[in-house]
């Protein structure tokens, strides 16, 4: 007999596979951004590029930044970047139990709070039944620097391009 399709109680190895995909989209972009601006420019696109492993010729940069610009400002900005490149992604279940997290977290996170996987169980267990496994791989899967946490910026961020 297979397994449910839909349960929360542990995320889908594809879906933890999505969320490290983006955090690496995420770091990416920060060590592109030369100047920490939060906005990437279309020489700071073509070093993303390369680095991935890509040789794309200065008019192919020019395009995806015209696909990408979605406020035509002549710059990415972080949020612009990865909806460019998680608009194919599949992130299945794990999307609204993100979106769903983001929302919840708000009130008590702020914007300069971080998420644990401990705060995402607790928010998500009620709301969705997560399981304190699932959300510790969750958090793991999204956490760079190894602290066991993410900003709920970080969150937010990661959340909208998921949807």
């Known amino acids: 007999m297979a397994p449910p399709q839909s349960s929360h109680s542990r995320p889908l190895a594809g879906d933890i596979e999505t969320l490290s995909y983006v955090n690496s989209m995420m770091e990416a972009f920060r060590a592109f951004d030369s100047n920490n601006d939060g ?10 590029m390369a680095s991935l492993g890509y ?10 930044m015209r696909r990408g610009d979605a ?5 990415l900005s972080m949020e612009e970047f990865l909806e460019m490149n998680a608009a194919e992604l599949e ?12 929302e919840l977290l708000g009130p008590a996170a702020g914007d300069d709070g971080d998420v644990t996987a401990e705060i995402l169980f607790q928010v998500l267990s009620c ?3 997560a399981s304190l496994e699932a959300c510790t791989e969750i958090i793991a899967s999204l956490d760079a620097d190894g602290d066991g946490a993410v ?12 949807r």
């Open 71 to 75: 406020d035509k400002d002549g710059l």
């Open 39 to 48: 906005l990437i420019t279309c020489d700071e696109l073509r070093g993303i």
């Open 91 to 102: 992130p299945g279940d794990l999307a609204g139990l993100l979106q769903t997290a983001a």
């Open 55 to 64: 040789n794309p010729t200065a008019e192919e940069v020019r395009e995806m």
């Open 127 to 129: 709301e969705d039944g």
């Open 151 to 162: 900003s709920f910026e970080d969150f937010k961020i990661i959340a909208q391009a998921l």
